[in-house]
């Protein structure tokens, strides 16, 4: 936005196609830090006169309650006089925002990086005035377990899993469903709001994210470079190896089913198996409505729906959708069993 101001020959295309500072504010940074803005410069004012929500010396400073009470007044007062709709994510996401782009100024100013902009001196000026000298170290403090916290959402999400009250700390703006991680939140929203926007150049596979695109691609490649010290044999990825010490070698099954005496080695497989015995089945075939409980089940049950039938008979013709169709032929027309491993 400032080449636009700097360059006069710009100007006309500014006016044009109607270009306003909001298309340059990043997302999930509700400020605008860069240059003068009248609404952070209200922001940050109301902000001072809030101590329980920036000096760690306050004697509420942890208090849950305390700090909830201030978010909701904050909130108000913006909407009420300044006209400025912050939602709690969105407030909570403008004071960290702000907190970090004044303790990092403060250190290039005090160190003397480089030369600080007018507007920055400017929101520093307004800033000094009440924050505190260092960045107060987060102590949030749960009111049912005196548990401490380091990071206000962690104090949250703990309150929601262990004791059941209130939400987890992080929201889609798109729909409903909450996440106890930015991280989790952004995955999200790649996965159900934008799409598969990642191609596979290997191949016509498609994935949300960047990191799922990285583990997919390793299917093309020949190299296993994770081996295992005690067998030899060797994985593509990581947690591949991982997965078969704990179940060849030590044989650990830590994941234990509380309705039988079945065990696991990943959590999500006894997730899966709890569902089966509540009859939970939430994963639905696209194309004729079957459900199943879980991926794997899923996964197998599409094959069936695919016109490429992979799984082919050695001794004949004949061809199959699924393995196990394979494997009945193979008993009842050639009378050869598998063995069971």
Known sequence: MGYYKKCEFLQELLN????????????????????????????IDIYGTFPILYN?????????????????????????QHNIDFNEDTLTSAIEQLQSWYYKLKQRKENQYSKLSKTDERYYKKCRSFMPNERPRHRFVCNVC???????????????KIHQVGDLPFGCDQCERRFES??????????????????????DKKFAVPSELKIHSTIHSTERPHICELCGKSFRLKVQLGYHVTAIHTKIRAFKCTMCPKD??????LTDHIKSHLNIRDK????????????????????????VKKFACKLCDAKFHQFVGLNGHMKRTHNIIKKPT
């Not at 942890?62 to 108000?76: H, M, P, W």
């Not at 639905?284 to 016109?307: D, M, W, Y």
């Open 16 to 43: 044009k196609k109607n270009i306003t500072g909001e298309q340059f504010i990043q997302k999930g940074k509700p400020l605008q830090l860069k240059e003068w803005n009248e609404d952070t410069s209200r922001f």
């Open 146 to 160: 005196k548990k401490n916290f380091n990071l206000r959402h962690n104090l949250q999400t703990h309150l929601y």
């Open 264 to 269: 696991f080695l990943k959590k999500r497989d």
């Open 182 to 203: 930015k991280f989790a939140l952004h995955g999200h929203v790649q996965r159900i709001h934008v799409g598969k926007t990642y191609p596979c150049k290997f191949c």
């Open 284 to 307: 639905i075939c696209e194309t004729c409505g079957k459900g199943f409980s879980n991926c794997h089940s899923l996964i197998r049950h599409r094959q069936i729906h695919s016109e």
């Open 56 to 80: 760690g010396d306050h004697p509420s400073y942890g208090d849950v309650d305390g700090r909830q009470k201030a978010l909701e007044e904050f909130s108000s007062i913006l909407k009420s």
